[in-house]
């Protein structure tokens, strides 16, 4: 007991050196508590500088939800099932929590054999076959390399599209070039009596996954 009345005693001599060691601790408990706070700033910081390098350097969006749903061409219900398909994303949008800088809906059709309508332009050996795709507001996702933009309905009897650069190598073709849409060997019907002409060469950005594109786009024909 005498020790410890000594050792107030001692306190209330050096009361301003005791404020000054409780101030200390006080200040060494707040600055280590707050450590993990800084840390996960700072990570967060170089989290989103790397994104946004990502977004920059490859034109690309860092994060995309991808929902696709493939459906018979005999299914009676299809265009009720798109739509159901629309109407679900719209709503689960909202739930992400984190805001949707573009919602892009994309429809494609199965693959097609492609006839040359012209054999004397390119190869007619050459096996071919491409699907057809259309992206809501591509325009905004897309830069025009060569040719034009495609009109939105057939043109003379034949429906226009743009591709890749790489698809003039994989498909073996040039600009302007008529082709025959084919299945199990028969021309597709159509408006345009099932023919299709690429009229321009697109690179693409900000829509989709980069490795994504590079598997699909160098065989597919995109319209407006």
């Not at 994303?89 to 984190?98: D, E, H, I, M, P």
């Not at 099932?194 to 024909?221: A, N």
Request: glycine fraction near 6%; hydrophobic fraction near 40%.
């Amino acid at each position: 007991m005498a020790l410890f009345i000594m050792i107030l005693r001692k306190m209330v001599n050096n009361k301003w050196l005791e404020l000054s060691l409780l101030l200390g601790l006080v200040l060494s408990v707040g600055m280590t508590s707050s450590m993990p706070i800084y840390t996960n700033a700072i990570l967060q910081r170089l989290l989103i500088q790397e994104l946004r390098r990502l977004q920059t350097g490859s034109d690309q969006y860092p994060g995309i939800y991808w929902l696709s749903a493939q459906l018979s061409a005999e299914d009676p219900q299809k265009s009720a099932k798109i739509a159901e398909s629309d109407e679900f994303l719209n709503k689960a949008r909202s739930r992400f929590g984190l805001p949707v800088q573009y919602f892009v809906r994309e429809r494609s059709t199965e693959r097609y054999g492609l006839i040359p309508a012209e054999p004397d332009k390119v190869d007619p050996s050459k096996q071919r076959s491409a699907d057809l795709s259309a992206i809501e507001g591509m325009k905004e996702h897309i830069r025009l390399v060569d040719g034009r933009m495609p009109a939105k309905e057939p043109a003379g009897g034949v429906y226009e599209a743009l591709v890749v650069p790489e698809a003039l190598t994989e498909l073996g073709m040039v600009l302007n070039t008529e082709f025959i849409i084919r299945k199990d060997n028969r021309e597709v019907p159509g408006q345009a009596g099932g023919r299709i002409r690429p009229e321009g060469l697109f690179r693409p950005f900000l829509v989709q996954h980069p490795r994504r594109l590079q598997e699909q786009l160098p065989d597919r024909f995109c319209a407006v």
